[in-house]
């Protein structure tokens, strides 16, 4: 179960309250990791987030008896991370927000298994939105056991 994804934004404030938009939650500041960072809250029974870090932000590991912090200064264009979300929305309503945000985003079917819409955040940062529809193919398809399947038809190198 994922809690919460930290990603980085040009405008972590408004990439919040987009994220939170497609949940139908909640974007608010988020101080603890250093200034300028918000959350996006989906508001659901597992309180499922997604913080925001300024562009430029990386995370640090603190001496001794300490929380890890956030540190400026520090910026590429893009990431591997990623994550894939559910929505309330639409794909049009989806595609509707991205085009008014004038972020990439187009339907993807991910190995002829589940579709997705792959969402370029700022035009930088991947998302992998997942429509109700959508979300019903990724639980009948992304199992344990379908895992092992693939792999042992199409068996990888380590």
């Known amino acids: ?19 939170a938009e497609f949940w139908g939650g909640e974007a608010l500041p988020f101080p603890p990791v250093c200034e300028g960072c918000w959350i996006a809250f989906a508001g659901d ?44 929305l639409s794909q049009d309503e989806v595609l509707a927000i991205a085009a008014r945000e004038g972020w990439p985003a187009k339907y993807r079917k991910r190995g002829d298994q589940f579709g997705v819409i792959e969402l370029w955040i700022e035009g930088r940062q991947m998302i992998e939105l997942l429509t109700s529809e959508m979300q019903r193919e990724y639980f009948a398809t992304t199992t344990i056991a379908n895992w092992k399947a693939m792999l042992a038809a199409e068996p990888v190198s380590a």
Not at 1 to 19: G, N, Q, T, Y
Request: charged letters at 25%; hydrophobic letters at 40%.
């Open 1 to 19: 179960m994922l809690f919460h994804l930290s990603i980085a934004a040009h405008e972590p404030r408004h990439v919040a309250e987009v994220i």
């Open 45 to 88: 029974e597992r309180a499922t987030a997604m913080e925001v870090y300024p562009i430029d932000t990386r995370l640090k590991e603190a001496d001794g008896d300490a929380d890890a912090y956030g540190e400026r200064g520090h910026e590429g264009r893009y990431t591997a991370t990623h994550a894939a979300i559910a929505t309330i």
